[in-house]
């Protein structure tokens, strides 16, 4: 199908962009890869009459260290956070994941910031970003904010990105370098999103026993949740309590049900890919 008639503009600057939000209201979407909108305006889901392409504003682009934590531009595309040093140094898990991310067109389009304002409940990023316990940062007219992930994604495609607000960065502290990590999924053969995504992150004590654990999760429900039940019962304990875990991350979850996955499906791919998250991520740890 094609998209409904819109008008196009193209901002230069955040300030231009942030203006035409404010001109166009409620009728405006704003355009940076155009790999979640696109689609839903040739479905005629999204309908916007006005287009504000904001894919060539500088500020938003670019990785940077800044005062000990990692900055990316909210247009910076996924294979620019796959390729970037700083972030396989720093951050592997976020650049393992972007790997992983739909094919090398998508990679080569899409943006880390359009992916977590759109939310679907199946990208890949979401699990990565709760893992790494990382900050949105906001901007509208009146000022900037931000926004921790568990506080960010509040229901299906719905964040807590307010009317008028542009996501413009994704700060994130490093993981210690003993860290552990690991994003696994269960790949839609046909788009690639995750059936079911987990993102996990651990350090251990020096007994080798879990010392912190963050398991991000995608795919199973309509928002991206931190799997917080698992890793209660892992903290203290050892290899031993993954497969206990692991099973919890189920827990209090209304699974969805499609054409892809039963709910039943679903929730057996989340319990398998944990334990297998958490045991890659065990395996990469250093005591």
């Known amino acids: 199908m094609f998209p409904a008639p819109f008008e196009y503009h193209r901002a230069g600057t955040v300030k231009e962009a942030l203006s035409m939000l404010r001109q166009f209201g409620d009728d405006a979407k704003l355009l940076a890869g155009g790999h979640s909108l696109v689609p839903m305006m040739k479905m005629r889901l999204a309908t916007p009459a006005h287009l504000i392409d904001i894919g060539a504003v500088r500020e938003l682009a670019g990785i940077r260290e800044e005062g000990g934590k990692i900055v990316i531009g909210a247009a910076t595309t996924h294979a620019e956070v796959e390729t970037s040093d700083l972030v396989r140094t720093k951050l592997g898990l976020l650049a393992e994941c972007a790997a992983l991310i739909g094919d090398v067109q998508v990679r080569n389009r899409g943006t880390l910031g359009g992916s977590l304002a759109h939310a679907d409940p199946a990208a890949d990023y979401p699990a990565a970003v709760l893992a790494l316990d990382c900050e949105v940062s906001l901007e509208s007219e009146s000022g900037a904010r931000t926004v921790k992930a568990d506080d960010f994604f509040i229901d299906l495609m719905t964040t807590a990105a307010q009317p008028g607000e542009i996501v413009t960065a994704v700060r994130f502290t490093p993981p210690a370098p003993t860290a552990g990590y690991a994003y696994l999924k269960h790949r839609q053969p046909a788009s ?10 651990v350090t251990l004590d020096g007994k080798g026993n879990f010392q912190s654990v963050r398991v991000g999760v995608t795919g199973l429900c309509a928002k991206a949740f931190r799997a917080k039940a698992v890793e209660s019962v892992l ?3 050892g290899r031993e ?8 991350v189920t827990d209090d979850v209304d ?3 499609d054409i892809h996955a039963s709910s039943e499906f679903r929730s057996e791919l989340a319990r398998v890919y944990t334990r297998r998250a ?10």
């Open 192 to 201: 690639g999103f995750a059936l079911v995504g987990i993102a996990a992150l």
């Open 255 to 257: 699974a969805l049900s």
């Open 241 to 248: 309590a993954i497969a206990e875990a692991a099973a919890h």
């Open 278 to 287: 958490l045991e890659q991520a065990l395996a990469r740890a250093k005591s």
């Open 235 to 237: 903290v203290g304990k």
